[in-house]
């Protein structure tokens, strides 16, 4: 993933390097952040379990964003549950949740 202090000559690099890869079948790439995995033969565990473990820390995928959303919404119906009172909390949970929904679906957001 091109970061701010990379150069966009690095960037081209790693993107035909993740077309190469694709091309090939020998590597897993990660859509979102473009995080690649070693050749199968070289892989001690199924190619599915490793992505499904970067999925879980991978910062630019969407379901990364939709768990740490729900932890949030738990949290404040947590609260709510015992006598707090939370509509900061709850608006901007809400708001996160539908920006999310809508970036997903491809739905105009609001």
């Not at 091309?23 to 992505?51: F, H, W």
């Not at 969407?62 to 740490?68: D, Q, S």
């Amino acid at each position: 993933m091109q970061t701010a202090t990379s150069p966009p000559e690095q960037e081209i690099a790693r993107l035909k390097r993740w077309v190469s890869d694709l091309q090939s079948g020998m590597y897993v790439n990660c859509v979102y952040c473009g995080y690649r995995y070693g050749r199968e033969k070289d892989t001690p565990v199924a190619m599915a379990e490793i992505l499904k473990h970067h999925i879980a820390q991978c910062a630019d995928h969407p379901l990364t964003r939709a768990i740490a959303m729900l932890q949030a919404a738990s949290h404040a119906l947590r609260s709510y549950q015992h006598g707090n009172s939370a509509p900061d909390l709850a608006e901007e949970g809400a708001d996160a949740i539908d920006k999310l929904v809508a970036e997903l679906s491809g739905a105009p957001n609001g």
